[in-house]
C-alpha cells in the first residue's frame, strides 16, 4: 500500500467525535488493521482531541483546528494543530496507577494512555500553534 495522508478539518464541537472517528476508520481500512490496533489510535487521537475541545478554547467562540492523518508502512501518525492558549499535554506528571482509586487525583488518565498506546507521542509550539504529533504502530497484517 503507498503512503498516504489526508487533513481534517474539525470545529471545538463534541459533535465532530463521530466525523473523526469516520476519517479515522477510512484512512485506516487499506492497513486491514486488527481491532487491538484500530482502537488504540482511536482512543489516541479521540483523547487528544476531546481535550482541545473541552479545556484548549475557553473563549465561548467557534474555532477551528485540524487533524492530519499519514501512513508509512504499518505507522499511523495523527498531527494535532491548534491555536489554543500553549499547553503541553505530554508534560503532566506521570500517573501512579498503583495508588487505590479514592487516592488518585483527578485528570491525567487519558494522557497517560495517549503515551502507552503511542510509539511515539511529541508536543512543540510553533507560530502560535499547539502542535501534537503521536505514531501508532499496527502489527503485521
Known amino acids: 500500500m503507498p503512503d498516504a495522508s489526508q487533513t481534517l478539518t474539525l470545529q ?8 473523526l472517528a ?10 486491514a488493521p486488527s481491532s487491538k490496533d484500530l482502537m488504540a489510535l482511536h482512543l ?21 483546528f485540524t487533524v492530519s492523518l499519514s501512513t508509512a508502512g504499518r505507522e ?6 491548534d491555536d489554543a492558549p500553549a499547553y503541553d499535554p505530554l508534560a503532566r506528571p ?15 488518565l ?8 503511542t510509539r511515539r507521542a511529541h508536543y512543540e509550539r510553533r507560530n502560535d500553534h499547539n502542535l501534537i504529533t503521536v505514531t501508532c504502530a499496527f502489527a503485521s497484517a
Open 12 to 19: 471545538n464541537d463534541l459533535a465532530e467525535i463521530p466525523r
Open 110 to 117: 487519558g494522557v497517560h494512555l495517549v503515551k502507552r498506546l
Open 94 to 108: 506521570e500517573v501512579d496507577t498503583t495508588l487505590p482509586l479514592d487516592q488518585r487525583p483527578i485528570g491525567g
Open 76 to 81: 499511523v501518525t495523527a498531527v494535532i494543530d
Open 44 to 64: 489516541v487521537v479521540e483523547e487528544l482531541v476531546t481535550n482541545v475541545i473541552k479545556h484548549g478554547y475557553t473563549d465561548g467562540q467557534p474555532h477551528t
Open 22 to 31: 469516520d476519517a479515522i476508520d477510512a484512512h485506516c481500512a487499506p492497513l
